[in-house]
């Protein structure tokens, strides 16, 4: 895991980094790293809208997994989720770098997803309340079963009972198999659909099933 503290530039900055639009900076990423990247674009924003929906109400602390060039990430923003709040995970250094001068006063941390438990540990993001939701922009259909057991095995790790795993996907049906929810205690249901995201995108909603925590590690104790 790589941290690269976030150079200081004006907070929420929004202006594309070194004139490159956010378009740009993402496809130049997916010509480096197409199966990571995983989308030849940003979502759209109305993919965003409807992701923020399924949001819980009231949620006030969440996480974002594969943040790219933060389009989740501003409406998050935008949403009311305060930036000290908001901590966002990206893999890619270029693109954590991209976020990081975006969104200063977020927590941009460049890592690894499967991580997640020992990074929210390590920042001490859920030290003062639970993490209500974990929104993701990872491309989970195209992971490996295990790599997407680890995934929603630490995001349930690190959330309250409660909470909800938002995900988008460009498939028709969920992008993590019933095997995987089954041994983890998870059920799924479909949200809305972006007909005007390229290409068209779903959203599906995470949640436990059963009231004990599949993973029940606390974010402050040692594994
Ligand atoms: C499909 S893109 C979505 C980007 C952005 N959320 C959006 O919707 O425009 C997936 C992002 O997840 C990042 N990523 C892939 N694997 C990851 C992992 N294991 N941990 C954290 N980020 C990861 C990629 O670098 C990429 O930026």
Request: hydrophobic share 40%; charged share 20%.
């Amino acid at each position: 895991m790589t941290d690269t503290r976030p150079h200081q530039r004006n907070p929420d900055d929004t202006r594309p980094e070194a004139g490159l639009s956010p378009t740009l900076t993402f496809f130049r990423q997916w010509l480096k790293n197409p199966l990571t990247t995983a989308a030849l674009s940003p979502s759209s924003r109305q993919l965003a809208r409807l992701m923020m929906q399924e949001l819980p109400p009231g949620a006030q602390r969440v996480i974002e997994l594969g943040g790219g060039t933060g389009v989740f990430t501003r409406a998050l923003l935008d949403q009311g989720i305060a930036p000290d709040k908001l901590m966002v995970l990206e893999l890619n250094q270029e693109l954590h770098q991209y976020l990081a001068q975006r969104f200063v006063n977020a927590r941009v941390v460049c890592g690894d997803a499967r991580e997640l438990e020992r990074l929210v540990r390590e920042y001490h993001f859920a030290d003062a309340g639970t993490v209500d939701a974990v929104i993701s922009g990872l491309g989970l259909l195209s992971m490996s079963r295990r790599m997407q057991r680890e995934i929603m095995e630490a995001a349930f790790g690190v959330m309250s009972p409660q909470g909800r795993l938002i995900q988008f996907t460009y498939g028709p049906v969920s992008p993590v198999p019933r095997e995987v929810l089954d041994e983890l205690g998870l059920k799924v249901r479909r949200g809305g659909f972006a007909w005007w995201n390229m290409p068209p995108a779903s959203v599906f909603v995470f949640e436990r099933s059963r009231s004990t925590p599949v993973h029940p590690v606390r974010a402050t104790s040692k594994r």
